[in-house]
């Protein structure tokens, strides 16, 4: 069957995955590939814009991959590679921030929140974040970029930067990639608040022990406004019935949005489910990561050899590009 297009997707190797990266990216990884090319990568450069020391990068990297391959991503059909494996994608970023203007850089939502959130910390990394990120995207001629609401508006950046080289240049070398939202925009922590993330510990890792989940699942915030036993719930805004609507059946979902209200079930009761119901779906994929990450060699080869099949797309790209420019061969 013929592919409907390439795909590209990036993210920082952040170590094991957790839940949050599992709805927000992963599965949609999985999903993806069979209707596109897919071109998935770990973005280590990027991670540098953020991160004080690098003593746990490489480890990282390699638990990423893992959770990666065990979810279901196929390097077979897709490339999965280290960012910094291909370095084209710093010679087109290069390029790239010739034609971007210095304001649209500072008045990105991220960039101000990435401000406010290490001040101490400003680099011009962080600054150029978006341009390095449409260098990734359109390096390997990519048609779709799958993103959640928070990078909407580094793509429509993407977007404007492609239009504002081609112009320049007088050249179609680079294409205009179209956004393709997720399917679970934002996944909520074990706080029910915050977006799910390491670095506010609110989160479930996918390679967690059953146990380990369990009591993590159990520390979810549910209705707030359910004090008692007794007292009816609100599943519309409970995280933990959010969750149950992923990874519970149809039967259990309804019987809980009908029971909660009435204070039929109470939380605890309510989160044990969840706990058995998540548990049981993560078993076949923490028997697969087990396999695979018996294999450490394996993994970067797949890594090595993602980059290998990156950079023979990046140098093709990158000839189209310098002969817009008019640079001397």
């Known amino acids: 069957m013929a592919k409907k297009g390439r795909v590209f997707s990036g993210a920082r190797p952040t170590g094991r995955q957790h839940l949050g990266n599992y709805l927000g990216a992963i599965k949609n990884y999985v999903k993806l590939q069979d209707d596109y090319e897919c071109v998935y990568c770990i973005v280590d450069v990027h991670a540098l814009t953020t991160v004080e020391t690098t003593r746990d990068l490489i480890q990282n990297t390699y638990e990423m991959a893992v959770d990666w391959l065990a979810a279901g991503i196929r390097p077979g059909d897709s490339i999965v590679f280290v960012q910094s494996h291909v370095p084209q994608v710093m010679e087109l970023h290069t390029y790239l921030s010739m034609v971007t203007p210095l304001g649209k850089l500072t008045d990105l ?32 001629k990519s048609d779709v970029v799958p993103v959640g609401v928070d990078q909407a508006p580094h793509l429509e950046f993407a977007r404007e930067t492609v239009r504002s080289f081609n112009y320049r240049y007088n050249t179609k070398a680079l294409i205009e990639p179209q956004m393709k939202n997720t399917e679970i925009p934002k996944v909520l922590g074990i706080d029910g608040v915050q977006k799910m993330g390491k670095s506010l510990n609110n989160h479930i890792e996918l390679a967690a022990t059953p146990e380990e989940t369990r009591q993590r699942v159990m520390q979810m915030v549910t209705d707030p406004q359910r004090m008692k036993r007794t007292d009816p719930g609100n599943p519309d805004v409970c995280n933990v019935f959010s969750m149950h609507k992923v990874f519970s059946s149809a039967e259990e979902v309804q019987m809980i949005n009908s029971e909660c209200r009435t204070a039929g079930i109470g939380c605890v009761d309510c989160k044990k489910r969840f706990a058995e119901n998540l548990n049981k779906h993560l078993e076949p994929f923490r028997a697969r990561r087990e396999e695979i990450a018996s294999k450490p060699d394996t993994v970067w080869d797949v890594l090595h050899e993602g980059g290998k099949r990156a950079r023979a797309l990046a140098d093709e790209t990158m000839k189209e590009v310098r002969e817009a420019m008019q640079l001397p061969a």
């Open 109 to 140: 939502p991220t960039f101000k929140e990435k401000v406010r959130d290490q001040p101490d910390n400003v680099n011009y990394g962080l600054l150029g974040y978006p341009v390095l990120m449409t260098a990734d995207i359109v390096l390997y």
